[in-house]
């Protein structure tokens, strides 16, 4: 069965600082991967996808992720963390056929100390 | 252009009490979904539809009902609520259910039923 685990619920970083969340699929085929951002109190938006072709993507507010098939990861890094970037972060794999299902990790949640 | 609105945001229900949450979107969307969100387990799909007059179910979609009159619309109907159904639920909206266009979320519901 498809499924996406990010292994740390809770990370604490210092502004300024690098960042790496960590997500681990299992999925047969080529999969989908999504990285989304969730801010207090608000919905979910899309910081970067991978579909094929390079695996190393390009997000919105300096975020990237890579993709390696070898471990079954869609790791998403900043190098520089700001405090506005405190927020839960969701990794996600389409569900297989065209349903429009996706499948959400368990969410890391991000803490910037000042 | 208001993107996926959600109303209520906030709701407090008795057990056995009937709602309906409201979704719409102005994007002219085929596809739209429901998902709950639950502390450590991410957001799992509920409901969805790819067109006006097309619903199926996702993965836990016992104690809800939906339906697409409309494009622009995807209410939620709790028929009896429970206390197991208290939750953030996010309406999303895509222009197709192929996982290769951008799904956008709406603010979310909070729900709560005593």
């Known amino acids: 069965a498809q499924s996406v685990t990010q292994p740390d619920i809770h990370i604490t970083v210092s502004e300024g600082a690098s960042l790496e969340l960590r997500c681990n699929y299992s999925?047969?085929?080529?999969?989908?991967l999504f990285w989304y951002v969730q801010s207090p109190g608000q919905g979910l938006q899309l910081l970067l996808k991978y579909f094929s072709g390079d695996t190393l993507v390009q997000g919105i507010k300096g975020f990237e992720a890579e993709f390696k098939r070898s471990q079954s990861s869609f790791n998403l890094r900043k190098p520089s963390v700001h405090w506005s970037d405190a927020a839960e972060y969701f990794c996600a794999v389409a569900g297989s056929g065209n349903t429009g299902k996706l499948i959400f990790g368990q969410g890391t949640t991000l803490q910037v100390k000042p | 252009n208001a993107g996926v609105t959600q109303t209520p945001k906030f709701q407090v229900l008795k057990t056995g009490q009937s709602m309906t949450l409201q979704c719409a979107q102005d994007?002219?969307?085929?596809?739209m979904s429901w998902y709950r969100q639950d502390p450590g387990m991410g957001l799992r799909l509920i409901h969805y539809s790819v067109g006006a007059g097309i619903t199926d179910q996702g993965e836990v979609p016992n104690g809800y009902n939906v339906s697409r009159s409309t494009t622009e619309d995807f209410p939620l109907r709790l028929l009896s609520a429970a206390p197991s159904q208290t939750s953030v639920y996010f309406c999303?909206?895509?222009?197709?259910?192929?996982?290769?266009?951008?799904?956008?979320f709406g603010p979310g519901t909070r729900l709560t039923v005593t």
């Open positions: 994007m002219n969307h085929e596809y």
């Open positions: 999303a909206s895509s222009l197709q259910s192929k996982p290769t266009y951008e799904q956008y």
């Open positions: 999925y047969g085929a080529t999969p989908y």
